[in-house]
């Protein structure tokens, strides 16, 4: 059974930064794509950023690039969200994916861990 | 960037009726379209990918169609755990995007 478990979301003051990470399970974890999704409070979708399977190509929102990293450890089953300089608009449930494999969508997601950014 | 239009944002359909939802995109995605349900408190999960290729263990009741700018969900014979929030996706262009969302209500 392929599982996605996020964790790291918590309470951060603007201007601050968090790592949020995503362990795998039930499959090869290496070999897939994997994409990082939030949804603010009462809001929708939004795709974030995405990885792929040997972690050298990553792809990002406009609204994170150059504070969000997107990272994987394949030896760990692990992907991560390094986020820096955190606005309130920041605030969120953030949800780890792994795609569909041979197509450009999202086949199992995470519980999802909330981000807060608040002073 | 790729905008995801989706129609209507609130669908009331009785238990029993269909339910025919749409999605546009601002230019051609192909049939790099996906769609997603979200029930409250929980995260989305995956229904339609390639724009009509059902996911595992999905109910032969969804059914997506479409190419290029115009997609379609439909939903035959509602049952109450169908009623839910209902998003499309493209994968065709970097960023990303998704439609803002259709409810579907019991009416």
């Known amino acids: 059974e392929v599982q996605l478990v996020e964790s790291g979301g918590t309470l951060v003051q603007p201007g601050g930064s968090l790592t949020l990470s995503c362990v795998a399970s039930?499959?090869?974890?290496?070999?897939?794509?994997m994409t990082w999704v939030r949804q603010a409070p009462g809001k929708g979708l939004e795709w974030v950023a995405s990885?792929?399977?040997?972690?050298?190509?990553?792809f990002y929102v406009d609204s994170v690039k150059g504070r969000f990293t997107i990272s994987r450890d394949n030896t760990e089953d692990t992907m991560f969200l390094h986020m820096d300089r955190l606005r309130a608009e920041d605030t969120a449930v953030y949800y780890c994916?792994?795609?569909?494999?041979?197509?450009?969508?999202?086949?199992?997601w995470g519980q999802g861990t909330l981000v807060t950014v608040s002073s | 960037e790729i905008v995801m239009t989706q129609s209507p944002a609130t669908l009331s359909v009785s238990p029993g009726e269909r339910a025919t939802l749409s999605c546009r995109a601002s230019?051609?995605?192909?049939?790099?379209l996906a769609w997603y349900q979200q029930k409250p408190g929980q995260a989305p999960r995956l229904l339609i990918y390639?724009?009509?290729t059902r996911a595992t263990g999905v109910p032969a009741i969804f059914s997506g169609s479409g190419s290029g700018t115009e997609f379609t969900l439909t939903i035959t014979t509602l049952q109450s755990e169908d009623f839910a929030l209902y998003y499309c996706q493209q994968g065709d262009r970097w960023p990303w995007t998704f439609g803002q969302g259709t409810k579907v209500e019991i009416k």
């Open positions: 994916e792994r795609h569909v494999m041979r197509s450009r969508s999202l086949g199992d």
């Open positions: 039930g499959f090869t974890f290496g070999t897939y794509w």
């Open positions: 990885i792929n399977d040997d972690g050298d190509e990553k």
């Open positions: 390639d724009a009509s």
């Open positions: 230019q051609s995605v192909g049939r790099n």
